[in-house]
């Protein structure tokens, strides 16, 4: 069972029937997929059951996505779980609410629903680590990796002027 569609004629036969299932399928994003970079595979694990004849799509996927961080512009990667909960019907007059979907041909497309959770669940700016200190605003070196000069010569100049300060007030007070 390697597929996002899903065939769903037998389920439909059956009032009250649940199926499970649960497979590893390489998830490549039709829409936006410049924000959905999956690496390695995406575990789905789901069941549909059929509640008056619609069906009711349930459970979990879960992947690993390659973000940027927003402070460090280091690629790093989060494992992400979304939660399913669906309703598919091939009732005409059902579709026009929101959030129901259609069953095409005795057949689901659960790729779109996944995608849709995986990007609701994707922060407005990714950040690879609550501590991460960014980037030197004057030089651009990751201060992950360690400070950069510029901190250094900084705090020199701030020694540097309270030396003086310090030599002012000494010489005033002679
Ligand atoms: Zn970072
Ligand atoms: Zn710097």
Redesign the pocket.
């Known amino acids: 069972m390697k597929s996002l569609i899903i065939n769903v004629s037998e389920i439909l036969k059956i009032p009250g029937v649940k199926k499970k299932f649960d497979f590893y399928y390489e998830l490549k994003p039709v829409c936006d997929a410049e924000k959905l970079n999956f690496i390695g595979p995406v575990h789905f694990n789901f069941t549909i059951e059929n509640v008056d004849m619609k069906l009711n799509v349930k459970g979990k996927v879960c992947g690993k996505i390659g973000l940027i961080?927003?402070?460090?512009?280091?690629e790093?990667e989060r494992k992400t779980e979304v939660m399913l909960d669906e309703v598919f019907s091939s009732d005409k007059n059902e579709l026009d609410e929101d959030e129901v979907f259609r069953i095409k041909n005795e057949k689901i497309d659960i790729r779109f629903v996944a995608e849709q959770a995986f990007l609701l669940s994707l922060p407005m700016k990714a950040?690879?680590?609550d501590e991460?200190k960014?980037l030197c605003i004057k030089c651009g070196k990751n201060l992950?990796l360690g400070p950069c000069s510029c901190t250094k010569k900084e705090i020199d100049i701030r020694l540097l002027k309270l030396k003086e300060f310090k030599e002012k007030l000494e010489k005033s007070n002679n």
């Open positions: 961080c927003n402070r460090c512009l280091t790093f950040i690879c680590n991460c960014g992950n």
